[in-house]
């Protein structure tokens, strides 16, 4: 049976997401940015919320997990870092499986963000919950991280399958790709802005994107063609330098 995906806008920027597993009935929502909004989404669909499956400990990621919890008894889940700031109720790293009825979601550490970052990946339904590790057309800062460790992350990002669809946690697609411009002339960055263009205008959302779309256009996963860097993560190390700096 497939995930039902239910996206909806929050706070200034952010995406929340409720994830219902069709066979069992079994909802989870990634992340906390609102937890009033979230309450919201999931009541006006008579749901409810079994787990909370956190990416990361920033405030706008894990910041509403006690009051979802109050509300529906939902089981917190997350990386260990989330539990220096907001309640957990279940930790998890690399390679541990989350189950939602019959949906199966494998932890993947994709660090560099914050260090202890990780994303849900669904194969079977062919879904990544990707946090802010990775953006239409860009990358999470590195708050924590280094280069070497984000680049690695994001590779492994790069290496699921092209069709896998990817839910990033906030609309920055336009302002990446304003960067992207700078650094890329490519035809396939050219054709892509003027969709994500017209797609604002409209007042649509830019996520999900895929991780094709990603390999093909987005400046930080093609970081090595576009650097003269030797090495890949100094190349990536140089675009975000870049992006970190940019004014546009």
Same mark, same amino acid.
């Given at each position: 049976?497939?995930?039902?995906?239910?996206?909806?806008?929050?706070?200034?920027?952010?995406?929340?997401?409720?994830?219902?597993?069709?066979?069992?009935?079994?909802?989870?929502?990634?992340?906390?940015?609102?937890?009033?909004?979230?309450?919201?989404?999931?009541?006006?669909?008579?749901?409810?919320?079994?787990?909370?499956?956190?990416?990361?400990?920033?405030?706008?990621?894990?910041?509403?997990?006690?009051?979802?919890?109050?509300?529906?008894?939902?089981?917190?889940?997350?990386?260990?870092?989330?539990?220096?700031?907001?309640?957990?109720?279940?930790?998890?790293?690399?390679?541990?499986?989350?189950?939602?009825?019959?949906?199966?979601?494998?932890?993947?550490?994709?660090?560099?963000?914050?260090?202890?970052?990780?994303?849900?990946?669904?194969?079977?339904?062919?879904?990544?919950?990707?946090?802010?590790?990775?953006?239409?057309?860009?990358?999470?800062?590195?708050?924590?991280?280094?280069?070497?460790?984000?680049?690695?992350?994001?590779? !492994?990002?790069? @290496?699921? #399958?092209?069709?896998?669809?990817?839910?990033? =946690?906030?609309?920055? *697609?336009?302002?990446?790709? /304003?960067?992207?411009?700078?650094?890329?002339?490519?035809?396939?960055?050219?054709?892509?802005?003027?969709?994500?263009?017209?797609? !604002?205008?409209? @007042?649509? #959302?830019?996520?999900?994107?895929?991780?094709? =779309?990603?390999?093909? *256009?987005?400046?930080?996963? /093609?970081?090595?063609?576009?650097?003269?860097?030797?090495?890949?993560?100094?190349?990536?190390?140089?675009?975000?330098?870049?992006?970190?700096?940019?004014?546009?």
């Amino acid at each position: 049976m497939p995930l039902t995906v239910h996206q909806f806008p929050c706070l200034s920027d952010n995406y929340g997401f409720l994830v219902r597993d069709e066979a069992s009935g079994k909802v989870a929502c990634i992340d906390t940015p609102d937890a009033d909004a979230i309450i919201a989404a999931a009541t006006s669909r008579g749901w409810g919320i079994d787990l909370v499956l956190n990416t990361h400990w920033h405030p706008d990621h894990a910041g509403g997990n006690a009051t979802v919890k109050a509300r529906f008894g939902s089981t917190l889940i997350g990386p260990e870092e989330v539990l220096g700031h907001f309640p957990l109720d279940r930790v998890v790293s690399d390679g541990d499986i989350v189950d939602l009825g019959e949906t199966r979601f494998a932890v993947m550490d994709t660090g560099g963000h914050t260090m202890g970052h990780i994303c849900y990946y669904d194969a079977a339904d062919g879904i990544v919950f990707v946090g802010d590790t990775l953006f239409p057309l860009g990358c999470g800062r590195l708050f924590e991280g280094t280069p070497q460790q984000m680049w690695a992350s994001l590779s !492994r990002l790069a @290496g699921l #399958p092209g069709d896998t669809v990817a839910y990033s =946690a906030h609309e920055y *697609t336009l302002a990446n790709g /304003r960067f992207a411009e700078t650094v890329d002339s490519s035809p396939e960055l050219a054709a892509r802005m003027a969709s994500v263009r017209a797609a !604002r205008e409209r @007042g649509e #959302p830019t996520v999900p994107t895929t991780i094709a =779309a990603e390999r093909e *256009t987005n400046p930080f996963l /093609r970081a090595p063609l576009l650097s003269d860097k030797p090495e890949p993560a100094a190349a990536f190390a140089e675009i975000r330098s870049l992006k970190d700096n940019f004014k546009g």
